[in-house]
């Protein structure tokens, strides 16, 4: 595999679960956010992991405390170019994209490319293996909600031509693909539409509001709110959402599942919360609204509660202390 690093190290250590066979995972994007999340709890399941990054937005300080387990492997490759893996894989989670309106709009190509082009050759991928394929869509794809909260059966309010666009039909497009790939070749498919998430290892300059907001906060900026932050939005940990997924993975479940916390807020309402916790001198100023931005957000989980027996347990204001020391302490 030419251009491509393999990274191993030995180390052993206790699982939290003892499982009777070790399945390896492949992880795309695992470097990331949400990723190497993802990497660390199937490490601790007793799973063999691979994580395939291109470190575009991810980076390899979120993964520096798994290299020293034996059964973790890195490759440096960009899954929107032909991959050739050797062994078995009995897991495949589709998480490589920027994520976050900043990265997108940084990124508008690529987020494209590894939409359509990375999500084709994942599939490929599961389809050569006998895997089962998950793929990590979004609430984007509902756009700018005309029914609230958001249910699966919704087909969403979608500006295809917008600067937002570029995200938002990437992951309709891998979505339309991922079904195809089941119904014709019978590979067998999971879509996770994930909703607002935060936790410890986002970027201090990810763009979206809780690392903007933290990072405001801790330098005792002013708070930057567009428009007048009526806009609403639904924050789920980092520890729920991991959960979710993970029991959608291991179960036979096919249709898009929505994981993210019903609980919706405004964003002025967050601004002031993470002011109040992080004990800030900052204040909040107000700029315009970007285009295309979602007037609300809150995910109906009905779905994720009957077949996967889960909802978030962590209270926004536990998981918000955690997230701030961790920035505190963090260097990025």
Not at 299 to 306: E, F, L, Q, S, V
Request: hydrophobic share 35%; proline share 5%.
């Amino acid at each position: 595999m030419r251009g491509i690093v393999l990274r191993k190290v030995d180390f052993s250590r206790r699982c939290d679960i003892i499982v009777l066979m070790k399945k390896t995972a492949l992880v795309t994007g695992g470097a990331g956010f949400l990723g190497s999340h993802l990497c660390q709890r199937l490490l601790e399941e007793g799973n063999r992991v691979i994580c395939l990054d291109n470190l575009i937005t991810g980076s390899l300080n979120n993964i520096e405390p798994l290299k020293a387990d034996k059964n973790f492997t890195v490759i440096l490759h960009d899954i929107s170019k032909p991959i050739d893996i050797k062994e078995k894989i009995h897991y495949l989670l589709h998480f490589a994209s920027p994520a976050s309106p900043a990265d997108y709009l940084n990124y508008p190509i690529q987020t494209l490319k590894v939409g359509s082009l990375g999500t084709h050759n994942a599939l490929g991928l599961a389809k050569a293996k006998g895997a089962r394929f998950l793929l990590a869509s979004t609430s984007e794809v509902y756009g700018d909600p005309l029914v609230h909260p958001q249910n699966e059966e919704y087909w969403g309010n979608v500006n295809c031509v917008g600067p937002r666009g570029v995200y938002d039909e990437a992951k309709r497009f891998a979505e339309a693909i991922t079904m195809a790939y089941h119904r014709v070749h019978k590979v067998d498919t999971a879509i996770v539409r994930i909703f607002n998430t935060y936790g410890p290892r986002m970027r201090k300059n990810d763009g979206r509001a809780i690392p903007n907001f933290i990072s405001q906060a801790l330098e005792n900026k002013s708070l930057t709110v567009y428009g007048q932050g009526l806009q609403t939005r639904s924050f789920c940990y980092v520890d729920d959402l991991v959960e979710g997924i993970l029991r959608l993975l291991k179960c036979d479940i096919n249709f898009p599942v929505n994981i993210g916390n019903p609980n919706e807020m405004r964003l002025i309402e967050l601004a002031r919360a993470i002011i109040r916790i992080s004990q800030s001198k900052s204040r909040i100023k107000y700029e315009s609204l970007p285009v295309d931005d979602p007037k609300q957000r809150r995910p109906d989980i009905t779905k994720a509660r009957k077949h996967l027996k889960w909802q978030p347990k962590v209270a926004l204001e536990t998981g918000l202390s955690g997230t701030i020391e961790w920035f505190r302490n963090c260097q990025q």
